[in-house]
């Protein structure tokens, strides 16, 4: 019998925890090796005295078993005893006039109502549900990035129902056709149908994503993001792999260019046949490996060839009202604007989980907002821990007193306040610079999904791979799960042996 090859995973993310599954499947030795004492990374969810607040999942797609890429969700098991709600309306942007833009689901519905608010609009608007309507033929292959010529080819023929679309919109920006509208309100709304979008967000991501939430494809699951994690957790464990929590890795052993094991934080050497790091990239190239193992067009990645996420501020509050009347997300301006930390802003967005009732308690709400901060900012104030509780409180006072002007009542309803910041997210998460998502969505973004992705493995490096977030640029759970799955076959690949995913039997 040939020995398993010993996979050692740093992190045990939905990136790390995928790849782990799929390892086990295909015979390796896996075992890994995580900072903090749950799964998920940044795929996670709290309690705080009866309400329970989310950090990452607003929806899933390749949900409908009718699509390729749900083959990701038989493969990995975790999605059979869950729930999905399915929204009927996405969220609310409230124009500087006081209307509102309502965000259907529903592409008939959508158009009826940005008909009824621009009629004068008509060929933009026309323009826009068909494209909705052009990518509902989408469906994406469960492999993420192509490892051969065969693979590719396989990939664009799979493409052909799209190729015309994807050619029409490829180069548009959501903040560009929105200039087209005539109507203020379509002006002004339609850019923030992503929170944090940058001015490069590209149109074909709102179309497709609208496509699948129109055909049911992309839906919530109840119980949020920590189930996610914990049933990705169970399925791991079963086929035999091994997790170490509060075990942080302080870097990556190297001898004669080739990776042979992980030093931890408190000393211990653990050695393996590969290293896999679903980690933070940028601590894995400059801190876990030292910088030793890049090249100029990974250099220029990390410093500013692409753009990181949005550091954010979580504001999460329990409160004694029931918010089920209204939309799951409104984003609306403010009387005046507030600092928020140090920087000033002048809209809210708030978020509200009425439709899971295991998020509250009944007639009671669990509020997110996320706000953007200033990651430097908030690590400086941090140096003084009662500075930094200060600065917290403040924000939470100034978002509840702005929520209450808006929801009057709110101030004496709020039961719970949590206040996240970046610098709580690279804690528990390793994440840089408390990027909430990996790299932000910008067209380059979408070339690196839509092309081979960025490299899994670092030049000069042997016996080394990366996956998550920061290589299979996506910044969603499926996607982070599919990044599993692809470089376990990588691994296969170069190592002769077939890869063989098990589907779960239903």
């Not at 664009?156 to 929105?178: I, K, N, Q």
């Not at 910044?475 to 995913?501: A, H, M, Q, T, Y």
Request: with cysteine.
């Amino acid at each position: 019998m040939h020995k398993k090859p010993k996979l050692l995973i740093i992190g045990a993310g939905v990136a790390g925890l995928s790849a782990g599954i799929y390892a086990q499947m295909n015979g390796f030795d896996a075992t890994i090796y995580e900072m903090h004492r749950l799964p998920g990374g940044l795929c996670t969810s709290w309690r705080r005295r009866g309400y329970v607040f989310d950090g990452a999942v607003r929806y899933l797609t390749s949900l409908c078993p009718n699509m390729k890429s749900n083959q990701l969700w038989d493969e990995l098991g975790i999605l059979d005893d869950t729930s999905i709600h399915f929204y009927d309306e996405l969220l609310c942007i409230e124009g500087s006039d006081g209307r509102k833009l309502h965000i259907y689901t529903d592409v008939d519905r959508l158009e009826a109502h940005l008909l009824d608010l621009a009629p004068g609009d008509e060929a933009v608007i026309r323009e826009f549900t068909a494209g909705i309507r052009d990518f509902k033929r989408l469906d994406l292959p469960v492999d993420l990035t192509a490892g051969d010529i065969l693979e590719l080819a396989n990939m664009g023929r799979e493409m052909v129902p799209v190729l015309l679309p994807t050619l029409r919109w490829y180069g548009s920006t959501l903040l560009d056709f929105a200039q087209r509208f005539k109507e203020p309100l379509l002006r002004e709304g339609l850019p923030l149908f992503f929170q944090f979008a940058p001015d490069d967000f590209p149109m074909m991501l709102c179309l497709s994503t609208l496509a699948m939430m129109n055909d049911r494809e992309a839906g919530y699951p109840l119980g949020g993001s920590l189930p996610i994690a914990k049933a990705l957790e169970a399925r791991y464990l079963s086929l035999g792999g091994t997790v170490h929590y509060r075990s942080k890795v302080r870097q990556v052993l190297v001898a004669d260019d080739r990776a042979y094991g992980l030093e931890l934080a408190d000393g211990e050497f653990v050695s393996g046949d590969i290293i896999l790091s679903a980690a933070d990239g940028h601590s894995t190239v400059y801190d876990l490996l030292g910088g030793k193992y890049t090249d100029r067009k990974l250099d220029e990645i990390y410093q500013g060839g692409m753009t990181p996420s949005k550091s954010i501020l979580q504001v999460s509050l329990g409160v004694a009202m029931d918010f089920s009347d209204q939309p799951p997300t409104i984003n609306f301006p403010l009387a005046e604007p507030v600092w928020l930390g140090n920087l000033r802003h002048e809209r809210l967005s708030v978020k509200h989980y009425c439709f899971d009732p295991s998020m509250a308690p009944q007639g009671k709400s669990a509020l997110t907002l996320w706000i953007e901060a200033d990651y430097d900012y908030w690590k400086w104030l941090r140096g003084d821990p009662q500075r930094y509780a200060r600065q917290k409180d403040e924000v939470a006072e100034i978002v509840i007193e702005q929520l209450d002007q808006r929801y009057p009542g709110l101030r004496g309803a709020v039961e719970v306040v949590d206040v996240a910041t970046p610098v709580t997210h690279e804690r528990y998460t390793g994440n840089w610079r408390g990027a909430f998502a990996g790299w932000a969505l910008t067209r380059r973004k979408m070339s690196f999904m839509m092309g081979t992705g960025m490299p899994k493995t670092l030049p000069g490096l042997a016996g080394f791979y990366m996956n998550g977030q920061w290589v299979e640029p996506g910044g969603n759970v499926e996607l982070s799960c599919g990044s599993g799955r692809d470089v376990i076959k990588d691994i296969c690949k170069d190592l002769g042996i077939p890869f063989v995913p098990d589907i779960v039997e239903r």
